[in-house]
């Protein structure tokens, strides 16, 4: 059987504002088919999502949680709920008005996902920072970037979202099933310290195994250390990333460059012959352009591929055909939700809705008259 509407259908998550990780774990639930009401100021209203693409699959309730009646509008909303979600320092929310075990009086199996950057405990729980800022303290950044050169920022992928909202959704969704289980909800501190340092495991493995220095960038196994697992140059100044870990797959890297006669295919992981295969592979890529290389390789298995921008990524031919990126109907392009459900489609992301544009419909959905609805907005509380 094939059931619309993703594999979280039925479930309801609402949402308290933030930016970055918080709005990232929101699109992520609504994608899998959650719903998501999202809670806006009343000064929101009249402007634009503030993100085109994350903002996505929400419904939209503009409230003042400054106003007593918004706050109980809204604590309505929490008591049919699933989940709560919010990006607040700790103790933001509480101020708020929203005492996670005061919300469970009336609710006992809500989950309170909290999305913070250091957490809600330890000396550094109150300070100001940013992603770069929190990858940096749990040693990620400091692993990334070229041997005897600075650290790289890898975007805002590892703390706000790979380390920050996505670990946040992965513990919502546990904490949903132990609530199920259990009928007791609980708080989830999902810190981006914690989590980008999560993201760590395989490489504190690899050093506990001897295979990677800690103390030390670009000079391991995936860090741009290994000549075979690394980016190169071509002739029009584009790039192609090369991976070839394996034995055979090294052997049709030195094949396909012409390197055949120039390296020992069994000194492949000879640390001192890593200088030289990285020169040899240099100059034999500056030779031709970058899609010149991407043809020669097509169907070799050497782990060789052009390193696309991302202005050029919904048009490759493979991610079209899986509808990795999609259009709305507004012209954005979107990356399609993921992963992929047999029997639980996920829909085709929309445009988000603006901000306040669901108020009247959830409201009325709580049970609110539309004349309750006119005094709220007549004094500001909803927009």
């Not at 390789?297 to 050497?302: E, L, P, T």
């Not at 509808?323 to 829909?347: K, M, Q």
Request: charged share 20%; aromatic share 6%.
């Amino acid at each position: 059987m094939t059931l619309p509407g993703g594999p979280l259908a039925g479930i309801r998550v609402v949402e308290l504002g933030g930016i970055g990780p918080a709005p990232f774990c929101g699109m992520v639930l609504a994608d899998l088919g959650a719903e998501v009401v999202r809670i806006n100021r009343p000064a929101e209203v009249g402007g634009p999502a503030s993100n085109p693409v994350l903002d996505r699959g929400r419904r939209n309730l503009a409230v003042d949680l400054k106003s007593p009646a918004g706050v109980e509008a809204v604590r309505r909303l929490v008591d049919t709920a699933d989940a709560v979600i919010e990006g607040f320092r700790p103790g933001v929310m509480e101020r708020l008005g929203f005492v996670p075990d005061e919300l469970r009086a009336t609710n006992p199996r809500l989950v309170v996902g909290r999305m913070t950057g250091y957490g809600q405990t330890g000396p550094e729980a109150q300070t100001a920072g940013h992603d770069i800022d929190y990858i940096a303290r749990s040693g990620v950044l400091g692993a990334i970037g070229r041997a005897g050169g600075r650290p790289m920022m890898p975007l805002n992928l590892v703390g706000d979202f790979g380390g920050g909202g996505m670990l946040l959704a992965v513990g919502v969704l546990a904490a949903i099933l132990s609530a199920r289980a259990t009928g007791e909800g609980q708080d989830v501190d999902a810190a981006m310290v914690d989590g980008s340092a999560l993201l760590m495991a395989m490489t504190y493995g690899f050093a506990a195994q001897g295979v990677w220095d800690l103390a030390e960038r670009g000079v391991n196994l995936f860090d741009g250390g290994m000549p075979y697992y690394d980016t190169y140059e071509c002739a029009d100044g584009r790039f192609v990333a090369v991976g070839a870990i394996e034995p055979q797959f090294y052997a049709a890297l030195v094949e396909g460059l012409g390197l055949g006669d120039r390296l020992d295919l069994m000194a492949q992981d000879d640390r001192s012959t890593w200088p030289r295969q990285a020169e040899l592979f240099a100059a034999a890529f500056a030779a031709r352009t970058r899609d010149e290389w991407a043809a020669h390789f097509a169907g070799r298995n050497a782990c060789v591929t052009p390193v696309l921008m991302p202005s050029e990524a919904p048009g490759d031919a493979h991610l079209a055909a899986r509808s990795t990126y999609v259009t709305d109907e507004t012209g954005v392009i979107h990356p399609a939700p993921a992963p992929r459900f047999g029997g639980t489609p996920l829909a085709s992301p929309s445009a988000p809705t603006a901000p306040g544009a669901d108020t009247d419909a959830v409201l009325a959905d709580l049970g609110y008259s539309s004349e309750e609805i006119a005094v709220l907005r007549d004094q500001g509380v909803v927009a």
